[in-house]
Every structure is written in structure tokens, then in C-alpha cells.
């Protein structure tokens, strides 16, 4: 038998399904995706030893900087919309940020990602190329930086890679054309085909691209998760976060609460997700994302099992992080970073991984890249 076949074996090391390790198809993903909650644990192993022989078992650190709740936009499914005035908008200090900036480094965290809702501001520009020429001069550039802030010109994100930034997460949110325009509303700022562009754009700009899907939305099927999945590898992603979709009651997309699978289901989705991305993408970076967390106290180790090797320690300010609800029971918006800092330490070792301290750990599908 060619090696590169590996059965996947539930508890009883009976085989459940035989899958080509390099040649995961669109069945193969439906399969992994439709196995029942006794089974899921096979998966896990499989997803367990690709990511031990392509990435090995260390978890690299991201701090998280969610720098303005201020946003122009207005998905449907997200608590910081525009349109939702129960938000106290914040924005942070330059001082907060390069603070911030300097706990990363000191804690050996030597990566940053900076989030904030859409702006595309002349003043909100310049203010980010700043801010990441001083964050770089601050910290003798030993933090490699990430930005998530939504869609921009080839201009714009040209002008943040001359200022040092390496990385670009923008989520795609879903694949799928027609549930992306349930999702967002038809006012000519909320454009699938102009996201698309977008993550063409930061491919050109040599990022290391990041993209990402919601799992368990309202309308969404299993089909549309097989080709979430199989968009993130046409599109040659180095990283991705993806998570459970968690409703906000201040949003529009709430009305549809009662066509959701249960919290569990939606979580057990996640995991699958998470470990059939890293049998399909095997040398990429995965985030085990706090939406795993809300709904599963376990749920960020539980996707570091399944292949998660990325995991991003809130920095923010503790007085705005009740502020940035994105979705609903956010984990991590009352502990400290020095808390949050103690509290993932336990949570990661105890996967049996390690943490990269003081390592960039960039997406080893992007360095093959070259
Ligand atoms: S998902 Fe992003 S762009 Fe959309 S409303 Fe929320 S913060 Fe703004």
C-alpha cells in the first residue's frame, strides 16, 4: 500500500475511512465533516500527527492588540456594526498601542497582531503607518506584525508594508457568494468580489496572507464548509483563524437564532474544521481561536489537538475589552494580559505542545513559498 494512505481509526483502532494524505478530496473533506460526535477523536489523531510532521508541536504566540471598536461598515452578523449604538466606541492612544506593543516584546511573545473595525480615513491610514514605524523603532524590531483591518487599496496596504508590517489576516467569513450577501447588506461597501481582490492584492504585496470562515452560520451547509475549505487552499493561504459563529443579540442576523445547530454542535463543527484544514493544508499556520473557547471551556487546547498552532494572547488595554464584543460570552475580556499570559500557559502545555517563545514562527507554507 502506498504510504502516503493512512486510515483514520476511532478509539478501537478500527478504520473508519481510508483518505490519500496527498490527495485530500471534496468527499474526503464532506466525510471528515459529516462524522458523528463518537468518531471525531480519529480525526483529531490524524489532523494530530500531520501537523507533528509538517509544523512539529510548538504553538507560537500572537498578542492581540484590538486598537478602535470604530467601524464603517456594518456586517450583519457582527456586535461592533455601525449601526449598533449600544457600542461606547473607543480608539487607543498612541501610548497604549506602543505599551501594549512592549508587553509583547518583554514577554517573549515576539509577534503583534493589530485589529480594529473598517476605516479607510486618510487620518486612520496614517495614523496605522505610525504607529507600526514606532512600534518597530520602540521594540528594536524584534516583533513581526500582523494587521486585521478589513479592506484597503493595493496603495494603502502598500504604505503599512513599507512601515514594517508582514502579515494580513482578512477573513473571508464564507465562500459562498450567496450566503456572503446574506451575511452582509446590499449598499455597495459590503462587496464579496471586492474582498476576493482584496486577498489577490495582499498576495501580490508578498504578505504573509490569513484568511478565515464562520462555521455554523444560519443558512450554511456542510457543502458550503467543503468549499470554505477548498478556498482557502485555491487561494494558497499561509494562515487562517476560523470559528464557531456566536449570535449577538445586537445584530441583525439574531432573528435567525433559532435555525442554529446547538453550541455544541457548532463547536464539535469547529474542531472538525480545524483538524480537516490541517490534513488539507499541512504546512500553514492555524489559529485556535477564542470563538472555540466561548463555546467550550477546553475549546482552544481542544484545537491545538486538532492541529491549531497559533493562539493569540489579548493585550488590549483591560478597560476597552468589554467594548470589542464581536460576538457574544467573549472569553478573556476581565483577566489582565499577566493573567491571560499565566492562564494560556497552562491551558497550551497541557496539549502536550510547547510555546515558541521568542520565535516568529512564520507560516512555513509561506517561507516554502520563497
Ligand atoms: S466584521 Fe469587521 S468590517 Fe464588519 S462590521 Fe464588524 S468590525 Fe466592521
Same mark, same amino acid.
Given at each position: 500500500m502506498d504510504k502516503s494512505f493512512k486510515y483514520i481509526a476511532n478509539k478501537d483502532k478500527k478504520s473508519v475511512l481510508k483518505v490519500d494524505l496527498d490527495?485530500?478530496?471534496?468527499?474526503?473533506?464532506?466525510?471528515?465533516?459529516?462524522?458523528?460526535?463518537?468518531e471525531i477523536e480519529s480525526l483529531i489523531n490524524l489532523a494530530a500527527k500531520v501537523k507533528e510532521d509538517n509544523v512539529g508541536n510548538t504553538v507560537y504566540y500572537r498578542g492581540l492588540i484590538e486598537y478602535s471598536n470604530i467601524c464603517s461598515k456594518n456586517c450583519l452578523y457582527c456586535g461592533i456594526r455601525a449601526c449598533n449604538a449600544n457600542v461606547v466606541r473607543y480608539e487607543l492612544s498612541e501610548e497604549e498601542v506602543v505599551n501594549a506593543a512592549r508587553f509583547a516584546a518583554e514577554h517573549s511573545y515576539a509577534n503583534l497582531v493589530i485589529q480594529s473595525g473598517e476605516r479607510s480615513d486618510s487620518e486612520f491610514i496614517h495614523k496605522i503607518a505610525r504607529l507600526l514605524s514606532k512600534i518597530h523603532a520602540e521594540t528594536d524590531h524584534k516583533l513581526r506584525i500582523?494587521?486585521?483591518?478589513?479592506?484597503?487599496?493595493?496603495?494603502?496596504?502598500?504604505?503599512?508594508?513599507?512601515?514594517?508590517?508582514?502579515?494580513?489576516?482578512?477573513? #473571508? !467569513?464564507?465562500?459562498?457568494?450567496? @450566503? *456572503? &450577501?446574506?451575511?452582509?447588506?446590499?449598499?455597495?461597501?459590503?462587496?464579496?468580489?471586492?474582498?476576493?481582490?482584496?486577498?489577490?492584492?495582499?498576495?501580490?504585496?508578498?504578505?504573509?496572507?490569513?484568511s478565515g470562515v464562520m462555521i455554523g452560520l444560519p443558512f450554511q451547509t456542510i457543502e458550503h464548509m467543503v468549499n470554505d475549505l477548498l478556498f482557502l487552499k485555491n487561494y494558497d493561504i499561509d494562515m487562517v483563524g476560523?470559528?464557531?459563529? #456566536? !449570535?449577538?443579540?445586537?445584530?441583525? @442576523? *439574531? &432573528?435567525?437564532?433559532?435555525?442554529?445547530l446547538s453550541k455544541n454542535e457548532r463547536f464539535l463543527l469547529g474542531v472538525k474544521m480545524v483538524a480537516s484544514l490541517r490534513i488539507l493544508m499541512k504546512d500553514i499556520n492555524i489559529a485556535a481561536t477564542t470563538a472555540m473557547q466561548a463555546l467550550n471551556p477546553n475549546g482552544r487546547e481542544i484545537a491545538i489537538m486538532a492541529g491549531a498552532n497559533v493562539i493569540m494572547p489579548n493585550i488590549t488595554p483591560l478597560k476597552y475589552r468589554k467594548e470589542y464584543l464581536?460576538?457574544?460570552?467573549?472569553?478573556?475580556?476581565?483577566?489582565?494580559?499577566?493573567?491571560?499570559?499565566?492562564?494560556?500557559?497552562?491551558?497550551?502545555?497541557?496539549?502536550?505542545?510547547?510555546?515558541g517563545y521568542d520565535s516568529w514562527g512564520d507560516s512555513k507554507h509561506f517561507t516554502r513559498r520563497g
Amino acid at each position: 500500500m502506498d504510504k502516503s494512505f493512512k486510515y483514520i481509526a476511532n478509539k478501537d483502532k478500527k478504520s473508519v475511512l481510508k483518505v490519500d494524505l496527498d490527495n485530500i478530496t471534496a468527499n474526503d473533506l464532506y466525510n471528515f465533516l459529516s462524522l458523528p460526535e463518537n468518531e471525531i477523536e480519529s480525526l483529531i489523531n490524524l489532523a494530530a500527527k500531520v501537523k507533528e510532521d509538517n509544523v512539529g508541536n510548538t504553538v507560537y504566540y500572537r498578542g492581540l492588540i484590538e486598537y478602535s471598536n470604530i467601524c464603517s461598515k456594518n456586517c450583519l452578523y457582527c456586535g461592533i456594526r455601525a449601526c449598533n449604538a449600544n457600542v461606547v466606541r473607543y480608539e487607543l492612544s498612541e501610548e497604549e498601542v506602543v505599551n501594549a506593543a512592549r508587553f509583547a516584546a518583554e514577554h517573549s511573545y515576539a509577534n503583534l497582531v493589530i485589529q480594529s473595525g473598517e476605516r479607510s480615513d486618510s487620518e486612520f491610514i496614517h495614523k496605522i503607518a505610525r504607529l507600526l514605524s514606532k512600534i518597530h523603532a520602540e521594540t528594536d524590531h524584534k516583533l513581526r506584525i500582523t494587521l486585521s483591518l478589513g479592506e484597503h487599496t493595493y496603495d494603502t496596504y502598500k504604505l503599512w508594508k513599507d512601515c514594517g508590517a508582514d502579515r494580513y489576516l482578512l477573513r #473571508i !467569513e464564507t465562500s459562498n457568494e450567496d @450566503l *456572503y &450577501k446574506k451575511l452582509h447588506p446590499n449598499d455597495g461597501k459590503h462587496s464579496y468580489s471586492k474582498r476576493v481582490k482584496a486577498i489577490e492584492t495582499l498576495r501580490k504585496l508578498e504578505y504573509q496572507v490569513g484568511s478565515g470562515v464562520m462555521i455554523g452560520l444560519p443558512f450554511q451547509t456542510i457543502e458550503h464548509m467543503v468549499n470554505d475549505l477548498l478556498f482557502l487552499k485555491n487561494y494558497d493561504i499561509d494562515m487562517v483563524g476560523m470559528g464557531p459563529y #456566536i !449570535e449577538h443579540q445586537d445584530t441583525p @442576523l *439574531y &432573528k435567525y437564532k433559532d435555525l442554529l445547530l446547538s453550541k455544541n454542535e457548532r463547536f464539535l463543527l469547529g474542531v472538525k474544521m480545524v483538524a480537516s484544514l490541517r490534513i488539507l493544508m499541512k504546512d500553514i499556520n492555524i489559529a485556535a481561536t477564542t470563538a472555540m473557547q466561548a463555546l467550550n471551556p477546553n475549546g482552544r487546547e481542544i484545537a491545538i489537538m486538532a492541529g491549531a498552532n497559533v493562539i493569540m494572547p489579548n493585550i488590549t488595554p483591560l478597560k476597552y475589552r468589554k467594548e470589542y464584543l464581536l460576538y457574544e460570552d467573549k472569553p478573556c475580556t476581565d483577566e489582565d494580559s499577566e493573567q491571560c499570559l499565566k492562564c494560556l500557559e497552562k491551558r497550551i502545555t497541557s496539549t502536550g505542545n510547547q510555546i515558541g517563545y521568542d520565535s516568529w514562527g512564520d507560516s512555513k507554507h509561506f517561507t516554502r513559498r520563497g
